[in-house]
């Protein structure tokens, strides 16, 4: 009976933060926080810790996935459409860059190459209409980047070829995920 009353209790109290002004801060402290954690593993990866790298590129990837809480709490904004591609960019620049030292060069090139069109295209998106606008489908890709780089960190750990180019071929179709998606909604919107 009280695990009910509790659970009650929470929902209600997360239905009144709904109607909090105070809402925006939950997802704009995730799209903030992203960059500011790729730093601290590109730095561990710079200094040869692969495994600390690879829990904080993963931390910081999982911040990635803000627009639910956003979409949830109605606390989505043109400025968060904004800010969220611009943040996933510092990250995935921050992890290319831990990587590209160690990392196949077309590898590297696809997914910096896959990257940049990203922010591109979110730019011309963002110009359309007044709503924000960011493809879901590209999260999927966010979340395939991850495990590319959680095995690619973890090859680099092990001192495992085999690891490390798996990595390599998940992040790169994480990345070719999202650029899709972009450019599926910017055919949608045009």
């Known amino acids: 009976m009280s695990t ?3 659970l009650v209790f929470s929902m209600s109290r997360l239905e009144a933060l709904k109607q909090h002004p105070a809402r925006y801060l939950i997802p704009n402290a995730m799209t903030v926080a992203r960059p500011i954690i790729g730093a601290m593993g590109l730095r561990d990866a710079r200094n040869g810790n692969w495994r600390r790298a690879t829990k904080e590129f993963c931390v910081a990837m999982a911040t990635d ?3 639910n809480p956003a979409r949830w709490l109605n606390a989505t904004s043109k400025a968060g459409a904004i800010a969220d591609p611009i943040a996933d960019f510092f990250l995935r620049t921050e992890v290319l860059v831990a990587f590209a030292p160690v990392m196949n060069k077309t590898a590297f090139a696809i997914a910096a190459g896959a990257e940049i069109d990203v922010l591109r295209l979110n730019a ?3 110009k359309i209409g007044d709503t924000p606008k960011i493809p879901k489908q590209a999260k999927l890709g966010a979340v395939v980047q991850a495990v590319g780089a959680a095995a690619f960190s973890e090859g ?4 495992n070829t085999f690891l490390r180019s798996v990595g390599q071929v998940i992040i790169d179709t994480g990345c070719i995920m999202r ?3 972009y450019h599926k909604l ?3 919107l045009l």
């Open 124 to 126: 011309e998106i963002q």
């Open 179 to 181: 650029s899709v998606a």
């Open 4 to 6: 009910y009353v509790i």
């Open 156 to 159: 680099m750990e092990r001192d």
């Open 186 to 188: 910017r055919r949608e």
């Open 65 to 67: 996935l803000e627009g």
